[in-house]
């Protein structure tokens, strides 16, 4: 069964500095990862995805087989950026598994 | 962009009612779409699937007599709630997959129906 692990509820950092969610799947086939968003008072949508490679408001995001994960970075935090992040799995089978999710703080 | 539209957006009703919640794809249609709870600070948790013109699939421990899903045309689906209690109280999300883009993890959500069971 596919699994996705994000190992952190709340990521606290101030404006300006390095963020890093932390995404890691597990799943037997060729995964297709993304990255979907939630601001505050507004719904879900879709930040970034892998196959696409791209930079999306300054994030990006890797996706490391070897290390089955696909992180989500951002070298300076906006306080813009506050929400929350959920990494989502999509499989051969077109299920759709979200993580936790991860609260981002960026204080200012 | 394709926008997913969610009725009502807060709905407060008495113990033992039933609840319908609408799904609306404004700008395209949607041969699927999911139903979601959320509950506080917590992920969304997958509740249904829901197929247009067959029935939906439930997740396992989401009792489908409880939570009726119905996806009568590509641009509806809706989610009754029946006979409620105040452990139903929640907020519930749908998102819609794409015609002809149905083999993808993209997903268009609405915005979120809070209901609260009094």
């Known amino acids: 069964a596919q699994r996705v692990t994000q190992p952190e509820k709340l990521l606290s950092v101030f404006k300006g500095a390095p963020v890093e969610l932390k995404c890691n799947y597990s799943?037997?086939?060729?995964?297709?990862l993304f990255w979907y968003v939630q601001y505050s008072r507004q719904r879900l949508q879709l930040l970034l995805r892998?196959?696409s490679r791209e930079s999306i408001k300054g994030f990006t995001a890797d996706l490391n087989k070897g290390e089955t994960s696909f992180h989500l970075k951002k070298p300076f935090a906006q306080e813009e950026d506050s929400a929350m992040y959920y990494c989502?799995?999509?499989?051969?089978?077109?299920?759709?598994?979200f993580g936790g999710g991860t609260r981002l703080m960026v204080k200012p | 962009g394709a926008v997913v539209s969610q009725h009502p957006s807060r709905v407060i009703c008495k113990s033992g009612t039933s609840v319908k919640i609408e799904c609306r794809s404004l700008?395209?249609?949607?041969?699927?779409m999911f139903w979601y709870r959320q509950f506080p600070k917590q992920s969304l948790m997958l509740m249904a699937t829901s197929n247009e013109g067959s029935k939906a699939t439930y997740e396992q421990g989401v009792e489908k007599d409880k939570f009726l899903i119905n996806h009568a045309s590509l641009t509806l689906s809706t989610l009754t709630v029946t006979s409620a209690h105040p452990e139903d109280s929640s907020f519930y999300i749908c998102?819609?997959?794409?015609?002809?883009?149905?083999?993808?993890?993209?997903?268009?959500f609405g915005e979120g129906s809070r209901l609260t069971v009094l």
């Open positions: 799943y037997s086939g060729s995964p297709e």
């Open positions: 998102s819609a997959r794409e015609r002809g883009r149905m083999n993808t993890g993209e997903l268009f």
């Open positions: 989502a799995l999509h499989n051969a089978g077109n299920m759709l598994t």
């Open positions: 700008d395209f249609q949607a041969t699927t």
């Open positions: 892998h196959i």
